[in-house]
């Protein structure tokens, strides 16, 4: 049996690439998925507007406030999950964030302004708008905007808003093999987007080169059919898998691929829960007969 090893290749901001061997391809594609459709976070569900009289209508202020990304590490452990919460409707305390908003301008004042989601007031403080800047709307001078959210857990198969990556991404490892010797000056100016593989070629010399991050490898498989012909191949190897995320920034990255582990866990303890009651069932059902 291959030995299991996950390597975190780069972990910065938002985003993180990990290096994993030894790894069913299925097991591993299943948690890219449900990175994007399971993980949940919290999103604005409910707007309750009382009074708007800005330029813009009600509909595209409550769809714009449903698409500001919420911090929600937090969130995971202190509120109900979105099943639990699927007949309750707000101000439920266990399942939804209060987001409160009260602003205007008198006819005297001399401009306008844009409101921004760092001016909602939340009833928690650990939920807050990741990108404070955003703009939802403005306000001119006589208008007023006065309108109440709620954000509870949900996840990105019931709507894209809950899922917590902008990117999941899995791919077979890119490994070139190359001999320099039969490198010409065409085949170095095929291959100069390609840095790693240019370098080696004018270092001299053979061998392999892997390649990581989101490289886009058509153009190098056009240089090894054309003028690199002999000098590089490039193959795709299974055993080398790479899972790329970027995280919209409501969970931080490696939360991310944590709570889809979770999730495919608790999955697969389901199922094996049915296929045993199954077994039960079909026992009692021969011995009846």
Known sequence: MAEKIVEVRELRGNRIELIIKGFNVAYVNAIRRLILSDVPTMAVDFAHFYENSTDVYDEMIAHRLGLL?????EALSKYASPEACA?????N????????????????APTGFYVKASEFRISDPSISPVYPETPITYIAPGQRLHVVAYARLGRGREHSKWSPASISVLRYTPIVSYDASKATKGCLECVKAYGEVLEALRKGGSGFIEL???????????CAETSCKNAINIRYDPSILQLIVEGTGALRPERIVYEATKVLEDKVKTLKGMISWLGVKRVEKNRAH
């Open 69 to 73: 990304v919420l911090k929600s590490d």
């Open 93 to 108: 305390p266990k399942c939804f964030v209060e987001m409160f908003l009260d602003i205007g301008l008198e006819e005297s």
């Open 87 to 91: 007949d309750s409707q707000p101000p």
């Open 212 to 222: 990581y991050g989101l490289v886009n490898t058509g153009g190098l498989r056009y």
